[in-house]
Protein backbone atom coordinates (compact mmCIF):
# COMPACT_ATOMS: atom_id res chain seq x y z
CA UNK A 1 0.00 0.00 0.00
CA UNK A 2 1.18 3.33 -0.94
CA UNK A 3 2.63 5.69 1.76
CA UNK A 4 -0.29 8.43 0.66
CA UNK A 5 -3.06 5.72 1.65
CA UNK A 6 -5.98 7.47 3.67
CA UNK A 7 -6.09 4.59 6.37
CA UNK A 8 -3.17 3.89 8.40
CA UNK A 9 -1.22 0.95 7.19
CA UNK A 10 1.84 -0.88 9.51
CA UNK A 11 4.03 0.44 7.17
CA UNK A 12 2.88 4.28 6.54
CA UNK A 13 3.34 5.80 10.41
CA UNK A 14 5.32 5.78 13.66
CA UNK A 15 4.23 5.82 17.11
CA UNK A 16 4.78 8.40 19.98
CA UNK A 17 3.48 7.44 23.77
CA UNK A 18 3.93 11.08 25.58
CA UNK A 19 4.63 10.52 29.22
CA UNK A 20 2.07 7.66 30.87
CA UNK A 21 4.21 7.86 34.24
CA UNK A 22 2.38 7.21 37.39
CA UNK A 23 2.40 10.77 39.09
CA UNK A 24 0.53 12.04 35.90
CA UNK A 25 -2.74 9.04 36.25
CA UNK A 26 -3.11 10.33 39.73
CA UNK A 27 -4.48 13.25 38.52
CA UNK A 28 -5.94 12.30 35.17
CA UNK A 29 -10.26 12.78 35.86
CA UNK A 30 -11.27 12.48 32.11
CA UNK A 31 -11.12 8.32 31.99
CA UNK A 32 -10.29 6.01 34.85
CA UNK A 33 -6.76 5.07 35.38
CA UNK A 34 -7.02 1.16 34.41
CA UNK A 35 -8.79 2.48 31.05
CA UNK A 36 -5.66 4.73 30.07
CA UNK A 37 -3.29 2.24 30.82
CA UNK A 38 -5.11 -0.79 29.33
CA UNK A 39 -5.52 0.73 26.29
CA UNK A 40 -1.99 2.56 25.96
CA UNK A 41 -0.71 -1.17 26.36
CA UNK A 42 -3.34 -2.47 24.31
CA UNK A 43 -1.74 0.58 21.43
CA UNK A 44 2.00 -0.33 22.31
CA UNK A 45 1.53 -4.11 21.91
CA UNK A 46 -0.61 -3.95 18.56
CA UNK A 47 1.85 -1.33 16.95
CA UNK A 48 4.18 -4.05 18.30
CA UNK A 49 2.66 -6.85 16.23
CA UNK A 50 3.02 -4.58 13.06
CA UNK A 51 6.35 -3.65 13.75
CA UNK A 52 5.66 0.18 14.06
CA UNK A 53 8.13 2.24 15.16
CA UNK A 54 7.18 3.27 18.98
CA UNK A 55 8.92 5.90 20.90
CA UNK A 56 8.25 6.81 24.59
CA UNK A 57 9.00 10.31 26.44
CA UNK A 58 8.93 10.82 29.74
CA UNK A 59 9.23 14.17 31.98
CA UNK A 60 11.47 14.55 35.18
CA UNK A 61 12.01 10.48 35.26
CA UNK A 62 14.46 10.69 37.94
CA UNK A 63 11.09 11.07 40.08
CA UNK A 64 8.47 9.15 38.29
CA UNK A 65 8.91 6.36 36.19
CA UNK A 66 6.87 5.32 33.02
CA UNK A 67 4.44 2.65 33.84
CA UNK A 68 5.61 -0.55 33.95
CA UNK A 69 3.20 -2.04 31.98
CA UNK A 70 3.62 0.49 29.23
CA UNK A 71 7.46 0.08 29.70
CA UNK A 72 7.38 -3.80 29.15
CA UNK A 73 6.21 -3.52 25.72
CA UNK A 74 9.98 -2.67 24.42
CA UNK A 75 11.62 -3.06 27.54
CA UNK A 76 15.46 -2.33 26.57
CA UNK A 77 14.41 1.23 25.04
CA UNK A 78 15.03 4.09 27.35
CA UNK A 79 12.54 6.99 27.07
CA UNK A 80 13.25 10.51 25.87
CA UNK A 81 13.57 12.42 29.25
CA UNK A 82 12.61 16.19 29.29
CA UNK A 83 12.03 19.01 31.07
CA UNK A 84 9.73 21.12 28.14
CA UNK A 85 5.91 20.63 28.06
CA UNK A 86 6.26 20.00 24.24
CA UNK A 87 8.42 17.85 23.50
CA UNK A 88 8.45 18.48 19.72
CA UNK A 89 10.61 21.17 21.13
CA UNK A 90 13.18 18.63 21.84
CA UNK A 91 15.79 18.30 19.50
CA UNK A 92 16.17 14.60 19.81
CA UNK A 93 12.34 13.76 19.54
CA UNK A 94 12.58 15.52 16.52
CA UNK A 95 15.68 13.88 15.24
CA UNK A 96 13.51 9.98 15.60
CA UNK A 97 10.87 11.18 13.88
CA UNK A 98 12.91 12.55 11.13
CA UNK A 99 14.56 9.57 11.13
CA UNK A 100 11.53 7.07 10.67
CA UNK A 101 11.01 9.12 7.22
CA UNK A 102 7.24 9.21 8.13
CA UNK A 103 5.09 11.81 7.70
CA UNK A 104 1.59 10.34 9.28
CA UNK A 105 2.31 9.97 13.41
CA UNK A 106 0.25 8.57 15.84
CA UNK A 107 0.33 10.06 19.79
CA UNK A 108 -0.92 9.50 22.50
CA UNK A 109 -0.04 10.56 26.49
CA UNK A 110 -0.68 12.58 29.24
CA UNK A 111 -2.54 15.34 30.11
CA UNK A 112 -4.51 15.09 27.06
CA UNK A 113 -4.26 19.44 27.65
CA UNK A 114 -1.01 19.93 27.87
CA UNK A 115 1.54 17.53 26.67
CA UNK A 116 -0.36 15.70 24.24
CA UNK A 117 -1.92 18.95 22.83
CA UNK A 118 1.41 21.32 22.21
CA UNK A 119 3.42 18.51 20.22
CA UNK A 120 -0.10 17.52 18.41
CA UNK A 121 -0.43 21.19 17.57
CA UNK A 122 3.81 21.68 16.47
CA UNK A 123 3.33 18.88 14.28
CA UNK A 124 0.66 20.11 12.18
CA UNK A 125 2.49 23.37 12.06
CA UNK A 126 4.99 21.40 10.51
CA UNK A 127 3.24 19.80 7.90
CA UNK A 128 2.89 16.38 9.61
CA UNK A 129 -0.29 13.85 9.30
CA UNK A 130 -1.44 13.61 13.38
CA UNK A 131 -3.80 10.94 14.39
CA UNK A 132 -4.92 11.21 18.36
CA UNK A 133 -5.43 8.15 20.32
CA UNK A 134 -8.11 9.94 22.53
CA UNK A 135 -8.80 6.90 25.04
CA UNK A 136 -4.94 6.41 25.82
CA UNK A 137 -4.78 10.05 26.70
CA UNK A 138 -6.08 11.62 29.59
CA UNK A 139 -6.71 14.92 30.91
CA UNK A 140 -7.01 16.72 34.36
CA UNK A 141 -10.67 16.93 33.54
CA UNK A 142 -13.59 15.76 31.20
CA UNK A 143 -13.81 19.37 29.86
CA UNK A 144 -10.34 19.84 29.51
CA UNK A 145 -9.66 16.62 27.59
CA UNK A 146 -12.94 17.45 25.38
CA UNK A 147 -11.40 20.81 24.63
CA UNK A 148 -8.36 19.73 23.89
CA UNK A 149 -9.39 17.20 21.63
CA UNK A 150 -11.49 19.94 19.85
CA UNK A 151 -8.61 21.99 19.47
CA UNK A 152 -6.24 19.10 18.15
CA UNK A 153 -9.29 18.89 15.31
CA UNK A 154 -10.04 21.56 14.35
CA UNK A 155 -6.35 22.18 14.05
CA UNK A 156 -6.36 19.26 11.76
CA UNK A 157 -5.78 16.31 13.71
CA UNK A 158 -7.61 12.72 13.57
CA UNK A 159 -8.98 11.38 16.35
CA UNK A 160 -8.78 7.46 16.59
CA UNK A 161 -9.44 5.15 19.69
CA UNK A 162 -7.59 2.42 20.66
CA UNK A 163 -9.76 -0.48 18.72
CA UNK A 164 -10.00 1.36 15.43
CA UNK A 165 -6.49 1.66 15.52
CA UNK A 166 -5.25 -1.99 15.83
CA UNK A 167 -8.59 -2.90 13.56
CA UNK A 168 -7.02 -0.61 10.51
CA UNK A 169 -3.74 -1.83 11.13
CA UNK A 170 -5.11 -5.51 10.50
CA UNK A 171 -7.80 -4.48 7.93
CA UNK A 172 -8.03 -7.84 6.51
CA UNK A 173 -8.50 -10.80 8.69
CA UNK A 174 -6.72 -13.14 5.18
CA UNK A 175 -3.22 -11.66 6.96
CA UNK A 176 -2.98 -14.43 9.35
CA UNK A 177 0.81 -13.73 10.54
CA UNK A 178 -1.04 -11.17 12.92
CA UNK A 179 -4.72 -11.90 13.25
CA UNK A 180 -4.23 -14.45 15.80
CA UNK A 181 -1.98 -12.14 17.95
CA UNK A 182 -4.69 -9.12 17.22
CA UNK A 183 -7.30 -10.82 18.86
CA UNK A 184 -5.24 -12.39 21.75
CA UNK A 185 -4.46 -9.19 22.72
CA UNK A 186 -8.13 -7.28 22.60
CA UNK A 187 -9.61 -10.79 24.31
CA UNK A 188 -6.58 -10.72 27.32
CA UNK A 189 -7.35 -6.84 27.72
CA UNK A 190 -10.82 -7.47 29.05
CA UNK A 191 -12.28 -5.52 26.22
CA UNK A 192 -15.92 -6.50 25.24
CA UNK A 193 -14.61 -5.81 22.10
CA UNK A 194 -12.21 -8.50 22.49
CA UNK A 195 -15.16 -11.74 22.31
CA UNK A 196 -16.73 -9.66 18.86
CA UNK A 197 -13.40 -9.98 17.34
CA UNK A 198 -13.17 -13.37 18.39
CA UNK A 199 -16.12 -14.21 17.01
CA UNK A 200 -15.67 -12.47 13.90
CA UNK A 201 -12.58 -13.86 13.20
CA UNK A 202 -13.83 -17.24 13.55
CA UNK A 203 -17.10 -16.62 11.27
CA UNK A 204 -14.28 -15.64 8.53
CA UNK A 205 -13.67 -19.49 8.73
CA UNK A 206 -9.91 -18.72 8.40
CA UNK A 207 -9.34 -20.50 11.89
CA UNK A 208 -11.03 -22.66 14.03
CA UNK A 209 -10.59 -21.03 17.24
CA UNK A 210 -7.46 -18.83 19.37
CA UNK A 211 -5.44 -20.01 21.99
Not at 53 to 58: A, D, G, I, K
Not at 99 to 128: D, N
Not at 141 to 159: K, N, T, W
Request: some cysteine; charged content about 20%; glycine content about 6%.
Amino acid sequence: MSNDDTLLTPDNHALILIDHQYLQLLSVRSHSVQEVVSNTVITAKGAKIFAVPTLFTTAFAEREELVKEIQAVHPDQVPIDRTGLNSWDDQRVVDWVEGTRKKKLVLAGLWTEVCLAMPVLSLLAEGYEVYIVTDASGGSSAEAHERAVQRMVQAGARPITTQAYISELQRDWKHESTAEDVVNLVVEAGTTAGQGLRWVWQLTGLKEGTR
